[in-house]
């Protein structure tokens, strides 16, 4: 019987019968008809990348992808092309122009802080910084810098103890390990003690955060939200963004910020990553004040509301020479904030220009300014782990070596364990903060940095550096000249992948 069946299909087949043979042309059809739709809307979309793309090699990057394979590389330009943060520029415009009485007090309080004179921040520069910042820089701080993450963690929930009023919590990563609980049990023990307590945290960076976990924080009172990128119809694909900031404030009179998230691998329990070396900075005085707004900012996005918040500016105890400046930046800016804070620290450079990065992938025009600023004399040196945990980071990392040792650039690789942290040196001024040295961290993350001339201070970042740089190993242009040519394609090939990461 299946014999027979089978010969009157093929029967019906050669004979143009119905059952296969005009299904098989409507089949091609209807191929051709998704291939010539996908082209065209490839090309389509191409153009969009040409004239939005911030980035020369992004936008080309992504022309090549969305005409020759347009299948997988529009659904991706949807998700990860964009570069400008929409809805959140909108909302923060509206803000601006709703500013109450209470609102411009609080700008003019912060101003009343500024030290005399732009130059006592030890840069000719301060004013632009300003300007980028969006906030002035403040005199009577007081910092105390926390390499690793038991001085960082011990420092964090002995400022949360004492806490009076409110507690302002916002990470990138937060893991339901032990660390994790740590902090939720002492957010609730807080709240249950009268001190309101918020908690923000990046959706797709903790996006193995358990419910239980939120909802004990919610059920306990501890107002507890996700930033999520892709709320509201017009932001639904922006899926390319990161809020990468770790922030703490208390009462408004302390602030945290710096490269930790939580976890206990941030303490070097995790057996496969060893010791982690990372940095956080202890800020007490009006600086604190600056933080609280680029978190007042973050909240605002996500629940559309504002709590009630202190804001007058308390000077730091010991503090009077202690001049900061919060760099909030992000890809709801008007300008690309952190791109230009760090080529103007570079060009600036009189004497050094010292950076600690976990991701270091420059474009050309960091690697032009790095090249330039060595030629003129400085003392320019990168720090970078000897083992990085992004193949496309670690790998391309080795193509810049050459470029930057002819010009003098001294690249380091710290071996002691995975380096996170996030720390400059330029002459008399420092910072400490959340933004890597690469495309995402300039374009796509919300990110912070805070910055000092305190000499204390400086001398303590200086005395930071010094110590990892005996722990490290220099790099040599070798390791990639003189690599097999697998390799080398490899490294090339990764590199030229950064601008559309």
Known sequence: MFDSALKSLSHSARN?????????????????????????????TSLQAILEVRTAQGAVAWAV?????????????WVFGHSSFEGYALMRRGTLEKLSEREHAIANDLLSMRPAGTAGFAVDHASLLEKLALMPATRANHT????????????????????????????YIIHDDQLGRRLKDALIAK????VRCFLLYDNLGSHDLPAAYVEQLNDAGVETRPFNPSKGKSNRFQLNFRNHRKIVVVDGKTAF?????VGDEYLGRDPEIGHWRDTHVKVSGPAALCVQVSWMEDWHWATGRVPELHWKST???GGEDGIALCLPSGPADKFETCTLFFLQAIHSAKKRVWIASPYFVPDEQFISALQLAALRGVDVRILVPAHADNLLVYLSGYTFLP??????????????GFLHQKALLVDDYCGVGTANFDNRSFRLNFEITMLFSEPSTVESVEKMFLEDFTRSKPAYAT?????????????RTSRLMAPVQ
Request: hydrophobic share 45%; no cysteine.
């Open 144 to 171: 105390e810098l926390l390499i690793d993450g038991e001085a960082t963690f011990r420092s964090l929930f002995e400022s949360i103890a004492q806490a009076r009023d409110y507690v302002l919590v916002q990470f």
């Open 65 to 77: 992808s969305l005409n020759t394979f347009p299948y997988v590389a529009v659904p991706a330009y």
């Open 16 to 44: 143009g019968s119905p059952i296969l043979g005009r299904s098989q042309p409507r089949r091609r059809t209807l191929w051709l008809v998704f291939i010539g739709l996908a082209h065209l809307l490839g090309a389509l």
């Open 403 to 416: 470029e930057l040792e002819k010009a003098g650039v001294k690249t380091w690789r710290y071996t002691e």
């Open 191 to 194: 709240q249950r003690e009268g």
């Open 315 to 317: 000077p730091a105890p």
């Open 479 to 491: 390791e990639f000249t003189q690599r097999p040519l697998w390799f080398r394609l490899a490294a």
């Open 257 to 261: 910020v710096g490269g930790h998230n």
